[in-house]
C-alpha cells in the first residue's frame, strides 16, 4: 500500500519568506510526527499529533514554527519568516495506533529546505 | 534527559566481512528501540523494532540485540554488501513522551 508521502521534495526559499511543508500519513494511522534533520546531525523532535490534536508544541524550535492537522490526516508544518538556520530535512513519520504506545514509526521521504 | 549515542561515526569495511554497530542511550526506561537505514537524500526506513521486553530481532542478514539494563543495542550485518552503504541510525521511544530520540547515526560504506 501507499507509504507516507510529502511534498514538495524540495523547496528553495529566500530568507523572511514563509514555506508550508505538507505529509500525507499512511491511511488510518492516528498519530503522526514532525522531525527536522540539519545536515551532518541526528533528527530532531518537533511535533506530535494524536488525531487532529498537538498536545504537546514545546519541541517546535521558535514561535515561527506551527503545525496542523486537518480530518485525521493530512498535517501541514509552516515556518514563517524562514531564517538560514532552518535549511534542513523536515520528515514526517505516522504510526498506526495511540502515541505513547510501542507502534512502529513510518517515515515519508522528506522535504529538504534550503534557506538562502 | 534521554541521549542516544552511536559508535563508529564512520565505518568502512571490504564486501563481505561481518559488522557491529553500537548504540547506547542514557535511559534504560524505553518503549522500544528502532533501527534505520537512511540513503542519501532520502527518508527512513525502518529495519527492526525491538520491544522493551524483546532481546533480540532478526531479519535476513540483519540481527538487533537489546540490553536494556546497561542501556545497549547492537546491529549486526552479515556478509556485508555494497549496497549495505547508508547511514544508520537508532532510535529510542520513551514512554509517556511523545518522541523517538535519535542517534546522530553511523554512516557504513561497504567497498566491492
Known amino acids: 500500500g501507499a507509504g507516507v508521502s510529502q511534498s514538495p521534495s524540495n523547496k528553495v526559499t529566500e530568507k523572511g519568506k514563509d514555506v508550508e511543508l505538507r505529509c500525507d500519513p499512511i491511511?488510518?494511522?492516528?498519530?503522526l510526527y514532525w522531525y527536522r534533520q540539519r545536515l551532518g546531525q541526528g533528527l530532531e523532535f518537533l511535533i506530535y499529533f494524536q488525531g487532529n490534536s498537538a498536545p504537546d508544541k514545546s519541541g517546535l524550535p521558535s514561535d515561527r514554527f506551527s503545525a496542523e492537522r486537518t480530518g485525521e490526516s493530512v498535517s501541514t508544518l509552516t515556518i514563517q519568516r524562514t531564517q538560514q538556520e532552518d535549511s534542513a530535512v523536515y520528515l514526517c513519520?505516522?504510526?498506526?495506533?495511540?502515541?505513547?504506545?510501542?507502534?512502529?514509526?513510518?517515515f515519508g521521504p522528506g522535504t529538504r529546505l534550503t534557506v538562502t | 534527559k534521554q541521549e542516544v549515542t552511536q559508535i563508529p561515526a564512520a565505518l568502512s569495511v571490504p564486501e563481505g566481512e561481518n559488522l557491529v554497530l553500537n548504540c547506547s542511550f542514557t535511559?534504560?526506561?524505553?518503549?522500544?528501540l528502532q533501527w534505520f537505514r537512511q540513503d542519501p537524500g532520502k527518508g527512513l526506513t525502518s529495519l527492526l523494532l525491538i520491544q522493551s521486553s524483546q532481546r533480540e530481532q532478526t531479519s535476513g542478514r540483519l540481527n538487533a540485540s537489546l540490553d536494556k539494563s546497561s542501556g545497549r543495542s547492537t546491529l549486526y550485518i552479515a556478509a556485508s554488501q555494497p549496497g549495505d552503504s547508508a547511514t544508520y541510525l537508532c532510535?529510542?521511544?520513551?514512554?509517556?513522551?511523545?518522541?523517538?530520540?535519535f542517534g546522530a547515526g553511523t554512516r557504513l560504506t561497504v567497498k566491492p
Open positions: 513519520a505516522s504510526s498506526p495506533g495511540m502515541a505513547r504506545t510501542s507502534y512502529e514509526q513510518y
Open positions: 532510535a529510542v521511544r520513551r514512554p509517556m513522551v511523545d518522541d523517538m530520540r
Open positions: 491511511s488510518g494511522h492516528t498519530a
Open positions: 535511559d534504560s526506561a524505553i518503549y522500544n
